[in-house]
């Protein structure tokens, strides 16, 4: 197939990789980065220049569009492939503005799991309308509580509050202050769940689905999970404490539920649904919908992933997903990420970066916030690149991963080297 991949980073490096390893494609990727340059061809559009992909697309007889950010697919690409007589005839991996919603809008992601009794924590909603019931309510919120910006905010839209007075502060500078920008005009409120994460992917047409392998990764900056949240500082697949009872319960509970509700719903949604969970004691907890693949979930899910991606996702368009048996690699993956000096804070971009042609055996580099300058790879994001490596365990994984990082250089890099901990 024709393929075009919106995105630039380490999950749409490893989405190309995967269509590459696993099919036979020609691969465009808009705008990608260096790495992806080595599997398709890079294409100077950016991801919400829906005209130009548009135009691209019909110029070079595109089949399939493989959305990976979430931002188009929130301000409606799907929706412009559909209204255009040529472009509704390609085959767009990416749900409705609508559908989008899932991700978009946390309101509507709460509601959607109340209406459908999908299992999630407590949660109210405030606006500017209702702001002083809001204070009165956070003043009264047993603790820990949890306020989240209602819309997109680069991942960086919730907040854990550990005191009454903390809460109401966070609250008025989400709301009045706007401290989240347009995504905080409105705020859900949430109980805190204590227990540990993972993440869920499946591919779906809106009423079939088949389920991707399982990921859980690292948010914060720190080892043991300390300081600030990132985008993600590595993760680890297969997750160890998820055995065969535990993900019957997120099938029964959630995932069902999940693709009956958009079914019910008639809501236009062809693509993957990462679901955030929680287990809390036993049981499964949805924590957030996304709709998209998660990053750097993406760089283990899509090595472990023995299907071609691309075949998954045409066979979503063209409701053939009864036909297809996901298999996976039985061995454990984990990546982990080299990030700037100063993420998820200030840092400085436009550094050389070395040891990117080192020979690798059972591991794959990929790329994120990386640009070539005069035939040289150079930093140009906070998350840098990642080292994903296969082992039998995820502390013989996490060894790899670590001896092919420290072969790289750049000014300021950093990497935790704990991924897994908990695990090994």
């Known amino acids: 197939m ?46 919400n220049d829906f005209a130009g992909i548009g135009s691209f697309c019909r110029e070079n007889g595109i089949e399939m569009v493989v959305v990976g950010p979430e931002e188009p697919l929130v301000k409606g690409i799907r929706d412009f492939f559909l209204e255009d007589e040529m472009l509704k005839t390609i085959s767009l991996i990416g749900p409705s503005q609508y559908g989008a919603q899932l991700e978009g809008s946390k309101a509507f992601a709460k509601a959607f799991m109340e209406r459908h009794q999908i299992p999630t924590a407590a949660y109210r909603e405030f606006t500017e309308a209702n702001f002083e019931e809001g204070v009165r309510y956070l003043e009264a919120h047993a603790l820990p509580v949890v306020l989240k910006a209602d819309g997109l905010a680069a991942g ?41 994460e993972m993440s869920v992917f499946l591919v779906t047409d809106g009423k079939e689905y088949v389920v991707l392998p399982q990921a859980k990764d690292y948010k914060r900056i720190g080892e043991k999970d300390s300081g600030l949240n990132t985008g993600g500082m590595g993760a680890v697949s297969p997750v160890p404490f998820a055995d065969a009872a535990f993900m019957q319960k997120v099938t029964d509970r959630i995932i069902k539920p999940t693709v009956d509700g958009l079914a019910k719903e008639k809501i236009d949604y062809t693509g993957f649904v990462f679901i955030g969970l929680i287990k809390v004691g036993d049981d ?112 013989e994984a996490v060894d790899h991963s670590k001896a092919i990082l420290e072969q790289i250089r750049f000014d300021g890099m950093y990497y935790r080297r704990d991924i897994g901990y908990e695990f090994v």
């Not at 494609?25 to 599997?39: R, S, V, Y």
């Not at 919730?158 to 609250?171: L, Y």
């Not at 989400?174 to 204590?194: N, P």
Request: contains cysteine.
């Open 2 to 47: 024709k393929i075009l991949v919106l995105g630039s980073g380490g999950r749409e490096h490893a989405l190309a990789w995967n269509m590459q390893q696993r099919g036979n494609h020609e691969l465009f990727i808009a705008p990608g980065n260096p790495g992806t340059a080595a599997l398709g061809t890079n294409v100077n559009l950016g991801v």
């Open 156 to 196: 960086k839209g919730v907040v854990i509050c550990q005191t009454n007075e903390q809460a109401v502060a966070e609250f008025e500078a989400m709301i009045q202050e706007a401290k989240f920008g347009e995504a905080s005009r409105k705020v859900v409120v949430e109980e805190f769940l204590s227990g540990i």
């Open 284 to 395: 499964p907890f949805v924590i957030e919908y996304n709709c998209r693949m998660g990053d750097p979930e993406t760089e283990v899910v899509m090595p472990r992933l023995k299907n071609d991606i691309a075949a998954v996702c045409k066979a979503a368009a063209e409701h053939r997903l009864a036909e297809i048996t996901i298999e996976e690699d039985p061995r454990t993956a984990v990546t982990v990420m080299a990030v700037s000096g100063g993420y998820p804070g200030d840092y400085d971009k436009g550094f050389k970066i070395t040891g990117l042609d080192q020979s690798l055996n059972d591991a794959i580099l990929f790329q994120a916030g990386t640009k070539a300058v005069d035939g040289q790879v150079v930093t140009s994001g906070g998350r840098v690149l990642c080292a994903t490596a296969f082992g039998a365990t995820v502390a």
